[in-house]
């Protein structure tokens, strides 16, 4: 590489904001920090501006500005507050890529707003295409802006197309740990606490993607982001339960031929990989070797019992608002769970009951995605005063 990419970092004090410090610590020459934002954790926040010295940071919760300004501002480091500020933040002209890791639904107007600025994205919040995925690869086409995947399955699925953009995609596989839940039945699911789902076997990720990847929800997401990424129908998508954790997903090809991508589980190699493309830099992150892994396997997911990954491959399917429904319903009661306020298995009755309520729209545009996540919102809370 020669020139340092400038790089902005939506979600700087959540577990990917914080590992792709870490790249960017280990390749300060490499890459530089143009903006820091984060919603809630304003300590955290002002630590990482005061180290590496950003032209921004974005306190997106503005009864903290006032704490994170009078930190900062003495170190000539501008300081806003709110969504809007977020959004904007985003088309400053010293930003080469901007790296999406904030949580849910949040990512989708800021990183419309980067795309229309131009800036090359690299994107860890996978809501923003499940909840509005025709609008924003149709937008990255029109403004000439790469999206270079985060999520360890999509990089792995990125960088075994590399070379082979002209070779048709038979189908795609992507792989699941299966979480911490992995062979339970119903039975043992109606009594799981959130102490239980939040223990993942492999990953080291937020509350909320952690919750999602114990109900499949994650990888039902996974699935529908794929569609957009790669351009694929839903029929050229496959899931496979693989406890390991080392292959990282698979492509094949129209002559039989399968590619994977393995490693040990790090969410560094894949930030790494989308902020650096085409280059592969080098890393001390510790290396996999097949001696300590002499068996790897992998199983069908059983979609009746972790009912999630059939909902999302239905939403898909429908197409139009259905999947933002799916996103907007999983965030409410995944909050829920973690209050402890509804079961592990109610999340999956309560997404499918507000998918059958919220009216459908064929095809949405922008105004059409944020109505239907405000309604199934409500929707959702409704069902969940309603079964106290």
């Given at each position: 590489m020669t020139e340092a990419k400038r790089v902005a970092i939506l979600g700087s004090t959540g577990s990917i904001g914080t590992q792709t410090l870490e790249v960017i610590r280990q390749h300060s020459d490499d890459f530089t920090v143009e903006v820091l934002t984060?919603?809630?954790?304003?300590?955290?926040?002002?630590?990482?501006?005061?180290?590496?010295?950003?032209?921004?940071?974005?306190?997106?919760?503005?009864?903290?500005?006032?704490?994170?300004?009078?930190?900062l501002i003495p170190h000539d480091i501008k300081v806003f507050a709110g969504q809007k500020a977020l959004e904007q933040i985003v088309e400053m002209e010293t930003i080469d890529v901007v790296l999406t890791a904030l949580v849910g639904y949040s990512g989708l107007l800021p990183t419309i707003s980067a795309i229309k600025a131009g800036k090359q994205i690299a994107l860890a919040n996978k809501e923003t295409l499940v909840v509005a995925g025709d609008l924003v690869t149709s937008l990255a086409k029109e403004y000439g802006v790469n999206i270079y995947p985060v999520d360890s399955e999509h990089s792995a699925i990125f960088q075994c197309l590399v070379g082979e953009f002209h070779n048709p995609i038979?189908?795609?596989?992507?792989?699941?740990?299966?979480?911490?839940f992995r062979g339970k039945d119903r039975a043992f699911l109606e009594t799981v606490t959130k102490a239980q789902a939040l223990k993942h076997p492999n990953w080291d990720m937020g509350a909320k993607i952690t919750i999602d990847s114990a109900s499949l929800m994650n990888k039902g997401l996974e699935v529908i982001e794929a569609k957009w990424l790669f351009g694929l129908k839903t029929s050229q998508i496959?899931?496979?339960?693989?406890?390991?954790?080392?292959?990282?997903?698979?492509?094949?090809?129209?002559?039989?031929?399968?590619?994977?991508?393995?490693?040990?589980?790090d969410m560094r190699i894949p930030i790494q990989f989308a902020l650096s493309y085409p280059h592969r830099l080098k890393s001390d992150f510790e290396r996999f070797d097949f001696i300590n892994y002499p068996n790897l396997t992998f199983e069908q997911p059983d979609k009746k019992t972790f009912r999630n990954l059939q909902l999302a491959f239905d939403a898909l399917e429908k197409g139009g608002n259905a999947a933002c429904i799916l996103n907007a319903s999983n965030e409410v009661v995944v909050d829920a769970f973690l209050k402890d306020q509804i079961g592990f298995l109610q999340m999956s009755e309560l997404i499918a009951e507000t998918m059958d309520r919220v009216d459908f729209v064929s095809k949405p545009n922008i105004s059409d995605y944020i109505s239907t996540d405000e309604q199934a919102r409500i929707v959702t809370q409704e069902l969940i005063k309603r079964n106290k």
């Open positions: 984060a919603q809630n954790n304003c300590d955290l926040l002002i630590s990482q501006a005061l180290e590496f010295i950003p032209n921004a940071v974005v306190i997106g919760n503005p009864s903290n500005y006032e704490k994170v300004k009078e930190a038979e189908k795609i596989i992507l792989t699941a740990s299966g979480g911490p496959d899931v496979i339960v693989h406890p390991q954790s080392i292959v990282h997903s698979l492509v094949q090809f129209e002559d039989g031929s399968i590619k994977a991508q393995l490693g040990l589980p």
